[in-house]
């Protein structure tokens, strides 16, 4: 789907009709790319501080990846980014302590999502895996969706692994996968990636986030409990998740 605007400038004198494709923007950058004769007056406003900032995270070029390869990376990290949203809702939750499924509480969700068109919506397992990347761009967004997530976790320490919030996420989903049930866990990836977070940014995340980690610790502790109780293997140290 392709949205079309026009903008006018009436201090500069100008203004351009096109078709808006793609959106890139974080704190910091804005990139819109158009299909218009006048596209390099925007796609060229920030283009070469993206790249910089990408390469002077990811490092392709000096590990010797064509650029091919580094437009592909670029594009992936680009959709990522482009795909956090910020959800608000309540799921639908079933226990052994109901006999039909219930509404979890109203919350919000600053989260990534595997596809904003198909999956729009958090993914428990997924996020761990998101926030790998997203340490390396944005650490402050990483802080923030990490405590968004563990805040949804309940009193016996359980975080429902799919995050099925508002209209936008519910159309999106078969009814036989809208019910979240509490026996059902995903690995604990968010752990994984609050550690490499500390690997990455040990200094800056305890003098701005040390509050942030003190209450996080709790609730991380009472994920792990729930972890061991609930979904123990059949061997020492393994795990058996449901579904």
Same mark, same amino acid.
């Not at 998101?130 to 359980?158: A, F, Q, R, T, Y």
């Given at each position: 789907?392709?949205?079309?605007?026009?903008?006018?400038?009436?201090?500069?004198?100008?203004?351009?009709?096109?078709?808006?494709?793609?959106?890139?923007?974080?704190?910091?950058?804005?990139?819109?790319?158009?299909?218009?004769?006048?596209?390099?007056?925007?796609?060229?406003?920030?283009?070469?501080?993206?790249?910089?900032?990408?390469?002077?995270?990811?490092?392709?070029?000096?590990?010797?990846?064509?650029?091919?390869?580094?437009?592909?990376?670029?594009?992936?990290?680009?959709?990522?980014?482009?795909?956090?949203?910020?959800?608000?809702?309540?799921?639908?939750? =079933?226990?052994?302590?109901?006999?039909?499924?219930?509404?979890?509480?109203?919350?919000?969700?600053?989260?990534?999502?595997?596809?904003?068109?198909?999956?729009?919506?958090?993914?428990?397992?997924?996020?761990?895996?998101?926030?790998?990347?997203?340490?390396?761009?944005?650490?402050?967004?990483?802080?923030?969706?990490?405590?968004?997530?563990?805040?949804?976790?309940?009193?016996?320490?359980?975080?429902?692994?799919?995050?099925?919030?508002?209209?936008?996420?519910?159309?999106?989903?078969?009814?036989?996968?809208?019910?979240?049930?509490?026996?059902?866990?995903?690995?604990?990836?968010?752990?994984?990636?609050?550690?490499?977070?500390?690997?990455?940014?040990?200094?800056?995340?305890?003098?701005?986030?040390?509050?942030?980690? =003190?209450?996080?610790?709790?609730?991380?502790?009472?994920?792990? =409990?729930?972890?061991?109780?609930?979904?123990?293997?059949?061997?020492?140290?393994?795990?058996?998740?449901?579904?």
């Amino acid at each position: 789907m392709y949205l079309y605007y026009t903008f006018r400038s009436e201090r500069e004198g100008f203004g351009f009709s096109g078709v808006l494709e793609s959106v890139v923007a974080d704190s910091n950058i804005i990139l819109l790319t158009f299909q218009s004769n006048n596209c390099i007056i925007f796609t060229l406003v920030h283009r070469k501080e993206f790249y910089e900032r990408f390469e002077g995270n990811f490092h392709l070029k000096k590990k010797g990846f064509n650029a091919s390869a580094i437009e592909f990376a670029q594009a992936a990290m680009s959709s990522l980014i482009g795909g956090i949203g910020f959800f608000h809702g309540a799921s639908k939750v =079933q226990s052994v302590h109901n006999s039909a499924p219930v509404p979890y509480w109203n919350t919000s969700l600053y989260t990534a999502v595997p596809s904003r068109s198909f999956f729009p919506r958090g993914f428990l397992w997924d996020e761990g895996f998101h926030l790998l990347l997203i340490n390396k761009w944005n650490p402050e967004i990483s802080v923030d969706i990490i405590s968004h997530w563990l805040d949804l976790m309940n009193v016996e320490g359980w975080i429902p692994r799919e995050q099925i919030l508002g209209e936008e996420a519910l159309i999106r989903v078969p009814d036989e996968f809208v019910v979240q049930r509490n026996n059902v866990a995903n690995p604990p990836t968010l752990i994984m990636a609050l550690h490499d977070l500390l690997q990455r940014h040990k200094s800056w995340m305890f003098f701005n986030h040390k509050h942030t980690l =003190q209450r996080m610790w709790p609730k991380l502790a009472a994920w792990y =409990q729930w972890l061991n109780r609930t979904q123990s293997g059949s061997l020492p140290t393994t795990f058996l998740y449901e579904n």
